[in-house]
């Protein structure tokens, strides 16, 4: 598969920390990469840095083979990549129809949205469509995950980068959380995904990448790692099949 985003040598500083220290990545077309590794191995800082969040203060990171390192956030998001960061990033004081209108790029309100497109996101998670006037911030926290993962859909890109969607959820909002992002997958969409649950990584990844220190030590098959339990207590510290 060709690489649909592709990082090289990439470092990123926050400050006077040196975070990233040479990251290479490659997210092919089409398939789900996983980003895995212990906390503060540098996943997240790795998002943020694709989106320009975090500046990278050397490196490369090419999408559709044109760099976007050093572009403002806003275009890089134009160019067809969206993010959902582990805090969500949903607006509680707004209605959940209000934060779909604002993530939509092409609608300034309701009438303007894709009503197919709106439907599928409703088939995708029913709870949307039921507190569609509530104010997101009474929304329970797998609903919100899911509104989360829904401004993220609510218009066709290319390139979807998700940071630990099922941290703190229940095993059955995880369950439908996966199908989800499952059906995504079978539409071709490309997503980076860190995740720490081993049933979803295991279920959606195609590739996986694991990071340590702010590096990627390991690159392969998904399944490669999942079958491997010596290779994942090497890279992870830990035999996911018991964190699932």
Known sequence: MSALLELRGVHTHIGAYHILHGVDLVVPEGEVTMLLGRNGAGKTTTLRTIMGLWPASRGSVAFRGRAIAGRPTPEIAAAGI???????????????????????????????????????????????????????????????????VARAICEPRALILIDEPS?????????????????????????????????????????VAVMDDGRVVHRGPMAELADDEALQQRLLGLALGAHQ
């Open 82 to 148: 969206a993010y959902v960061p582990e805090s969500m990033g949903i607006f509680a004081d707004l209605t959940v129809k209000e934060n779909i209108v604002l993530a939509a790029r092409a609608a300034r309100h309701e009438g303007e949205l894709d009503g197919e497109r709106l439907r599928w996101i409703f088939g995708l998670f029913p709870a949307l469509h039921k507190f569609w006037l509530y104010p997101a911030g009474k929304l329970s926290g797998g609903q919100k995950q899911m509104l989360a």
């Open 167 to 207: 941290k703190g959820l229940a095993p059955s909002v995880v369950r439908n959380l996966i199908g989800a992002l499952r059906e995504l997958k079978s539409q071709r969409t490309t997503i980076l995904l860190v995740e720490q649950n081993f049933l979803m990584a295991r279920a959606l990844g195609d590739t």
